[in-house]
């Protein structure tokens, strides 16, 4: 079945500097990744989504990047706010519809 | 509809009685998950329904756990003899099969502590 991993598992960025969460993946039949935001007591919340046809995708101060062949893919944040201080998961599923695998998360805390 | 909702948000109960949760979906999405998040980890799948049919089930899910969507609708997930391993926020997600966007979206979660 599908493993996904992610690194770093915590991070700590000044406010205003960039953020960039990697992850991996096992399973070549994966072709959708989600990126979450989980703040404290709360759901994840889906911030941004990539399909394997493309390779970048930009969305205001977040972009995800894939490599398919690699089986790699990234979540940047610019412009880091202390707002986005939360626990980030990266995920992978075989369609948007499907079970969604998760990766062991990373807690960015954004320094004022 | 303002999103997937979960009830209770908190349960606590004592080892070996048995618990039982709710979660309505956003309205008109016909696949419902639920995943278990214990601290510090990323969800883990437990199971997913199409409407009232349930397809697929994790090793996971063990023989005291049991998920029900009668009607296509809301779903309950049941525990029974609960163990103190069980305790993890328990959370359902929905997403809309057959239509553009099909992204799923998580509800707030049911924190259980068994003790």
């Known amino acids: 079945g599908e493993n996904v991993e992610q690194h770093p598992s915590t991070l700590s960025v000044q406010e205003g500097d960039s953020a960039v969460i990697k992850c991996t993946y096992s399973d070549s039949a994966s072709n959708y990744f989600p990126w979450y935001k989980q703040e404290l007591g709360k759901g994840p919340q889906l911030i941004i989504d990539?399909?394997?046809?493309?390779g970048e995708k930009k969305d205001q101060r977040i972009a995800v990047t894939l490599n398919k062949t690699a089986k790699h893919f990234s979540l940047h944040i610019t412009e880091t706010q202390p707002e986005d201080s939360a626990v980030y998961f990266c995920?992978?599923?075989?369609?948007?519809?499907?079970?969604?695998?998760f990766g062991p998360g990373t807690s960015l805390s954004v320094i004022p | 509809d303002t999103g997937v909702s979960q009830d209770p948000r908190h349960k606590i109960t004592k080892r070996g009685q048995n618990v039982t949760f709710r979660c309505d979906p956003i309205s008109e999405h016909n696949r419902l998950y639920w995943y278990r998040q214990t601290l510090g980890q990323g969800p883990e799948f437990l199971t997913y329904f199409q409407n009232e049919a349930q397809l697929e089930k994790s090793r996971l899910l063990s023989d005291r756990f049991s998920a029900e969507r009668p009607k296509g609708s809301f779903s309950t997930l049941e525990i029974q003899r609960t163990e103190q391993g069980d305790s993890a926020m328990y959370l359902c997600?929905?997403?809309?099969?057959?239509?553009?966007?099909?992204?799923?979206?998580f509800g707030q979660g049911t924190r259980l502590t068994v003790v």
């Open positions: 997600a929905s997403s809309s099969l057959g239509t553009k966007n099909t992204e799923a979206f």
């Open positions: 995920a992978a599923s075989e369609t948007s519809y499907d079970k969604v695998i």
């Open positions: 990539i399909r394997s046809n493309v």
